[in-house]
């Protein structure tokens, strides 16, 4: 079974910093990409920003060039340095891994998901 746990979210006030972190752990084989996607109450899901296993990244229009997305292979880590934060970052935020648990079957996985609220 393969597990992703989040860390870092809190109350930040607007403009200010988080930096989330997402660590998976257990059976994996090999991870295929890695991403940060968020959801507010009644809403669906929304992707904030992906890295694949090459480093290729890609971000959702409202966070471009405020949110980095990074990843350290050997550590099967992901960050999200989240900067310029605005009240309607706040959200739930959900790491998600589409991991390998052996050579031929993958899924997708979640995390539990982790509260930032930008609020002064």
């Known amino acids: 079974q393969v597990r992703l746990v989040e860390s870092g979210g809190g109350l930040v006030q607007p403009g200010g910093s988080l930096t989330l972190s997402c660590a998976a752990s257990?059976?994996?084989?090999?991870?295929?990409?890695m991403g940060w996607y968020r959801q507010a109450p009644g809403k669906q899901r929304e992707l904030v920003a992906s890295?694949?296993?090459?480093?290729?990244?890609n971000y959702a229009d409202s966070v471009k060039g405020r949110f980095t997305i990074s990843r350290v292979n050997a550590m099967n880590t992901v960050y999200l340095q989240m900067n310029s934060l605005k009240p309607e970052d706040t959200n739930v935020y959900y790491c998600?891994?589409?991991?390998?648990?052996?050579?031929?079957?993958?899924?997708?996985?979640w995390g539990q998901g982790t509260h930032v609220t930008v609020s002064s």
């Open positions: 890295i694949n296993a090459g480093g290729a990244t």
């Open positions: 998600n891994g589409k991991i390998y648990s052996s050579m031929t079957t993958w899924d997708g996985f």
């Open positions: 257990g059976s994996i084989f090999r991870i295929v990409a």
